[in-house]
């Protein structure tokens, strides 16, 4: 059974530090890993994918590193801003097998804040 | 834009009442689901549907129902809530199962039960 751990649970950084944030992750057979954003009492707003045959993914400041060997993947965030204070999600997709079919697993996040 | 629609936000009903959660989605993709996420937990998956074939997850309750009655559209139906089905609804849409089935997300509906 796929397990998604996120260590650690809340994190508080003062403005313009990088932000590390660690997924890990019990089986290696997955498609892809996904990080999400969730602001409070809002819905997930997709980062970053990283399919499984990729060891990092860029947008922006953000950057996300894939070790499927490993179980592990990091989102960094450079000069962390106030606006980047949420909660960051990762979701791993398992291979598709008669009952998984994929579907994604999470993580129960890291809660970030970055103060000014 | 092309997007995903939950009405309403914020939903109060009374213990025992049945609730109906409406997901719309622009995006014209053939998957819809509905996840349950509880305080500082990860998202649950309830059920989905791959265009109107509809997929119940094992540790579902049946007190959780969902129609779809066309692509854009799709209900999430609690019969009788409890106290423990107070939660953020989330509805989210993919093009295909997968493998590359990048997940789109709605809003949420957050769901408070007296």
């Known amino acids: 059974k796929q397990e998604v751990t996120q260590i650690p649970a809340a994190l508080s950084v003062p403005e313009g530090e990088n932000l590390v944030l660690n997924c890990s992750f019990t089986?290696?057979?997955?498609?892809?890993l996904q990080w999400f954003r969730q602001d409070p009492g809002k819905g997930l707003t997709s980062l970053l994918l990283?399919?499984?045959?990729?060891r990092e993914q860029t947008s922006g400041r953000l950057n996300a590193s894939l070790d499927k060997s490993s179980g592990r993947s990091t989102l960094y965030i450079a000069a962390s801003q106030p606006g980047d204070s949420a909660t960051y999600l990762c979701?791993?997709?398992?291979?598709?097998?008669?009952?998984?079919?994929?579907?994604?697993?999470f993580g129960a996040g890291t809660q970030v804040v970055v103060t000014p | 834009d092309a997007m995903v629609i939950q009405n309403p936000r914020y939903q109060v009903t009374q213990f025992g009442k049945p609730v109906t959660l409406s997901c719309s989605q622009t995006?014209?993709?053939?998957?819809m689901y509905w996840y349950q996420q509880k305080s500082s937990q990860a998202p649950k998956l309830l059920f989905h549907?791959?265009?109107?074939?509809?997929?119940n997850e094992a540790d579902t309750p049946d007190n959780f129902q969902s129609r779809r009655p066309n692509t854009s559209f799709c209900f999430l139906d609690i019969r009788s809530p409890g106290l423990g089905d107070a939660a953020m609804y989330l509805c989210?849409?993919?093009?295909?199962?997968?493998?590359?089935?990048?997940?789109?997300f709605g809003p949420g509906t957050r769901l408070t039960v007296l």
């Open positions: 989210a849409t993919s093009i295909r199962l997968y493998p590359y089935n990048e997940q789109f």
């Open positions: 089986d290696s057979a997955i498609y892809n």
């Open positions: 990283i399919q499984s045959s990729q």
């Open positions: 979701a791993v997709r398992r291979v598709g097998t008669t009952d998984s079919w994929g579907k994604l697993q």
């Open positions: 995006l014209n993709h053939n998957v």
């Open positions: 549907y791959y265009d109107k074939d509809f997929n």
